[in-house]
Every structure is written in structure tokens, then in C-alpha cells.
């Protein structure tokens, strides 16, 4: 069975770090592209960041939604199966469901910023930033 766990999710202060994890287990998801997506109460889920993988197994080009980008980090560990978004400078608008998800056909810029193309997803992790 397929399964996406994320972590790390909190109540932080406006101007804190959180840092997500999705634990990735079920299947080898070395060939795979994830990406993080939030939702907040009344809204539509967003696109927050996506890395790819270029042939083998070594995650390459990163992709951020440009309201986080230069505050929030993607990355990969492999041998852990694990990808990671660490998040800095919050700000209370940052505040939602946050969710990590794999997609096994698409790659790249846009296709990655599609919630519709993605084939698995976690549960999701609480993400609160007081003001």
C-alpha cells in the first residue's frame, strides 16, 4: 500500500521556521516528482513547490509558487525516501493544510503545478502562523 506521511506541521509565530517532511513508503518512488500543495479554509488547494528528478534517482530543478519563493526550500533525500519543505520567514497568510503528494508521469515546470496530475497523496499537516 502506497503511503505519503508528512510532518512537522505546528503553531508558529509570524517571521518562525517550520520545516514539513513526507515520508514516502508502499513503492520505490525514485523515478518519481513530489510536491507540496496547501488548502486553506474556503480556498482552493495551491501549488507551493515541486522538485523533479532528471533520469535515475538524483532529484534536480525545483520549483516554488511565487508567494514563497526566496522563504521556502524544497528538497530531497533519496536514501530516506523522504522529501522535505523548510519554510521560513511565515507569515499568517502561509496558514493551512499543508500536503505533499508524487506524481509518476510529469515532469517540469507546469505540469508540476497541476494538483489534478498528481497520483498519490498524504493526509496533511496543520500549518498555523499567529500575527
Known amino acids: 500500500q502506497v503511503q505519503l506521511v508528512e510532518s512537522g506541521g505546528g503553531l508558529v509565530q509570524a517571521g518562525g521556521s517550520l520545516r514539513l517532511s513526507c515520508a514516502a513508503s508502499?513503492?520505490?518512488?525514485?523515478?518519481?516528482?513530489m510536491g507540496w500543495f496547501r488548502q486553506a479554509p474556503g480556498k482552493e488547494r495551491e501549488f507551493v513547490a515541486a522538485i523533479s528528478r532528471s533520469g535515475g534517482s538524483t532529484y534536480s530543478r525545483t520549483y516554488y509558487a511565487d508567494s514563497v519563493k526566496g522563504r521556502f526550500t524544497i528538497s530531497g533525500d533519496n536514501a530516506k525516501n523522504t522529501v522535505y519543505l523548510q519554510m521560513n520567514s511565515l507569515e499568517p497568510k502561509d496558514t493551512a493544510v499543508y500536503y505533499c503528494?508524487?506524481?509518476?508521469?510529469?515532469?517540469?515546470?507546469?505540469?508540476?503545478?497541476?494538483?489534478?496530475?498528481?497520483?498519490?497523496w498524504g493526509q496533511g499537516t496543520q500549518v498555523t502562523v499567529s500575527s
Open positions: 503528494a508524487a506524481v509518476t508521469r510529469y515532469s517540469g515546470n507546469y505540469y508540476l503545478r497541476q494538483p489534478g496530475l498528481y497520483d498519490y
Open positions: 508502499g513503492r520505490t518512488f525514485s523515478s518519481d516528482s
